[in-house]
């Protein structure tokens, strides 16, 4: 499929993947890619949020309970941590989980999904140290 003309909003859109490497709701996104095109409007976001993930550039993120969020795929397998109080979703490398599970004789993992929940430095100062 030939790649259509990239848009300066849609290049925009794509940087913020960049330098924001974390799950991102479509209101962060617009927040920050308005910093290259102030104009941009929810309705552009949303659109090439679905195009890109239609072209397998991101993949939605999905928090029981939460509105869809975007990270880039093809990422290692990581897991995520919610801050609870400004609501952000980071990214924790590697994995949680030890594969010393007691599953019952015929059970077969394929796959899992963690998500720790709490509260991030910025909104937990008390281990400030400097
Ligand atoms: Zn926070
Ligand atoms: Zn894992």
């Known amino acids: 499929m030939p790649r259509q003309r990239q848009t300066r909003q849609r290049i925009a859109i794509e940087n913020v993947f960049d330098h924001e490497p974390r799950p991102l709701g479509p209101a962060e996104v617009l927040d920050l890619a308005q910093e290259e095109v102030p104009k941009l409007g929810i309705a552009t ?3 090439a949020l679905n195009d ?4 397998k ?5 999905e928090l029981p309970g939460q509105p869809a969020r975007y990270e880039k795929s093809g990422l290692h397998h ?3 941590f919610h801050c609870l109080q400004c609501d952000k979703v980071f990214d924790l490398e ?3 989980l030890k594969s010393n599970l007691n599953l019952p004789e015929g059970f077969k993992v394929t ?3 963690i998500t720790l929940s709490g509260s991030c430095p910025a909104c937990a100062p008390d281990s400030d140290e400097s």
């Open 94 to 96: 590697g994995c949680l």
């Open 111 to 113: 796959g899992h999904d």
């Open 57 to 61: 550039l991101l993949r939605v993120v």
């Open 52 to 55: 890109m993930v239609e072209e």
């Open 45 to 47: 976001v949303y659109r």
């Open 78 to 80: 990581h897991h995520h």
